[in-house]
């Protein structure tokens, strides 16, 4: 089985590949397109994912994107400012719904997914982002049994996970 899994956020991306449950390659978007933190979608990296593994993208089984649904994300923001978490302002709300179309418009990256390598096999796989750090963490290890804690600027709803 061939997992392709993605991370796509605003400030850094990348992408990796998982055969039968081992690490078959990974690589940042920077490192290809040579500019730093690149947060586009990472079709340089799959690229290379695919490529390494002599993969061709229909031969891709699951692909996982690590960032909840868009509607996920705006939800957890409308409530934190209503709970007035986030100080009201007219730049909050204009940020705030501009990013939220422009993850709609993209389905999350799902369309970026398809547009560059075509309609995937089975529906794309929304993941946690703070459990795919998580996994990160602990699938690299060699500890059977963990705790992992992750301390990141923002998940869809966390900063801090253990």
Known sequence: ???????????ESSACLVREGELVFAVAEERLSRKNKDGSFPVRAIQAALDFAGLK????????????????????NLRTI???????????????LMQFLKEARHRGGAL???????????PIHFVNHHLAHALSSYLMSDFDEAGV????????REATTL
Not at 82 to 96: A, F, Q, T, V, Y
């Open 57 to 76: 993208p229909e031969e891709i089984d699951h692909v996982a994107l690590s960032w909840p649904r868009p509607s996920v994300t705006i939800r957890h």
């Open 112 to 122: 970026d997914f398809q547009r560059a390598f075509g309609r995937p096999r089975q």
């Open 1 to 11: 089985m061939n997992i392709l899994g993605i991370s796509y956020s605003m400030h």
């Open 149 to 156: 804690m992750v301390v990141d600027g923002r998940g869809a």
């Open 82 to 96: 209503l709970r007035g978490d986030w100080p009201r302002s007219k730049m909050r709300w204009e940020r705030l």
